[in-house]
């Protein structure tokens, strides 16, 4: 069974780069096919999908965030990671990782991480 | 991007009661949506996919029906452990978009 685990720090100031990173346990991260995506939620708010890294390597990210975020793959240390650079408080919000064998499923969730942009 | 129009945005209900929230996209995407619930102060939880399927292990008090940009959700009978925000995602076409959320309250 899939598990993930994200990590990385809870304050990043403003046009920094902030870092993430999703620990996979119970399957190896290059292997299945799979999807492995970051989504975020602000505060109190919605859903966003921020853009995701298939096994074999490709890449999607949502265009108006395109410019600022690279997710990449680690398979040594069997985890992905996201980069955004140039935060600002809009930044601010839980961000998740997830997986799925098809694009959009989404199953399963790490438990979140909140990433505060504050100077 | 593909819109994603959820209504209500919140209801207020009573356990026993029929539930049914609205996603709406702004162009057809086929059966290429899922249903998600997020209890407060946890991950979401994948319930409906392809639509109407339903994910192993949910209960069959969901279900989901609708194609092309007419979706429902439905909970036949309100549990206590159904209160929480309810999110469409449409993974037809890029950007994977979210709709607004469903807060379920308790009346």
């Known amino acids: 069974q899939v598990q993930l685990q994200e990590s990385g720090p809870g304050l990043v100031k403003p046009s920094q780069t902030l870092s993430l990173t999703c620990t996979v346990s119970?399957?190896?991260?290059?292997?299945?096919?799979?999807?492995w995506s970051w989504i975020r939620q602000p505060p109190g708010k919605g859903l966003e999908w921020i853009g995701h890294?298939?096994?074999?390597?490709?890449?999607y990210y949502k265009p108006s965030l395109k410019s600022r975020v690279t997710i990449s793959i680690d398979t040594s240390k069997n985890q992905f990671s996201l980069k955004l650079n140039s935060v600002t408080a809009a930044d601010t919000a839980l961000y998740y990782c997830?997986?799925?064998?098809?694009?959009?499923?989404?199953?399963?969730w790490g438990q979140g991480t909140l990433v505060t942009v504050s100077s | 991007d593909i819109q994603m129009t959820q209504s209500p945005s919140s209801l207020s209900a009573s356990v026993g009661d029929r539930v049914t929230i609205t996603c709406r996209a702004s162009?057809?995407?086929?059966?290429?949506l899922g249903w998600y619930q997020q209890r407060p102060g946890k991950a979401p939880e994948r319930l409906i996919y392809?639509?109407?399927s339903l994910r192993s292990g949910i209960p069959s008090r969901f279900s989901g029906s609708g194609s092309g940009t007419e979706f429902t959700l439905t909970i036949s009978s309100l549990q206590p452990e159904d209160f929480a925000t309810y999110y469409c995602?449409?993974?037809?076409?890029?950007?994977?978009?979210f709709g607004g959320g469903t807060k379920v309250e308790i009346k």
């Open positions: 997830a997986s799925g064998l098809l694009m959009g499923f989404f199953d399963p």
């Open positions: 119970g399957s190896s991260i290059s292997s299945g096919g799979y999807y």
């Open positions: 890294i298939h096994s074999s390597g490709s890449t």
């Open positions: 162009q057809g995407i086929r059966n290429d």
């Open positions: 392809g639509a109407s």
């Open positions: 995602l449409q993974h037809n076409s890029y950007p994977l978009t």
